[in-house]
């Protein structure tokens, strides 16, 4: 299993916008093959910075299957635009 992790920074004002578009874009990456589950997390400090969590089967089931597909560039058009600056996603494995 592999974890993504990215800290999404949300333009001021957009927020519920965002989370409206987010609740559509969850059926997108759902429905993925490779796919096993995602949280969205809103900081309480900052509430225009999110946290989101996905956990793939494989990392190539996120970076060939998921980023190469038709399905990501709808991701794209639904969350790109409200990313300032544009979020960097790392990749984890559960060592214990």
Same mark, same amino acid.
């Given at each position: 299993?592999? %974890?993504?992790?990215?800290?999404?920074?949300?333009?001021? =004002? #957009?927020?519920?916008?965002?989370? +409206? #578009?987010?609740?559509?874009?969850?059926?997108? /990456?759902?429905?993925?093959? =490779? *796919?096993?589950? &995602?949280?969205? &997390? +809103?900081?309480?400090? #900052?509430?225009?910075?999110? %946290? @989101? @969590?996905?956990?793939?089967?494989? %990392?190539?089931?996120?970076?060939? =299957?998921?980023?190469?597909? #038709?399905?990501?560039?709808?991701?794209?058009? @639904?969350?790109? &635009? *409200?990313?300032?600056? $544009?979020?960097?996603?790392? &990749? $984890?494995?559960? /060592?214990?």
């Amino acid at each position: 299993m592999i %974890l993504e992790s990215a800290l999404l920074q949300v333009t001021q =004002g #957009d927020t519920t916008a965002f989370e +409206k #578009d987010f609740a559509t874009a969850s059926k997108i /990456i759902s429905a993925m093959p =490779g *796919y096993i589950s &995602h949280e969205l &997390h +809103k900081c309480l400090e #900052d509430s225009t910075d999110y %946290l @989101l @969590l996905v956990q793939w089967k494989t %990392l190539e089931a996120h970076t060939e =299957g998921f980023r190469k597909s #038709d399905a990501y560039e709808n991701w794209k058009t @639904l969350l790109h &635009h *409200y990313y300032n600056p $544009f979020p960097k996603v790392k &990749h $984890f494995t559960r /060592i214990i």
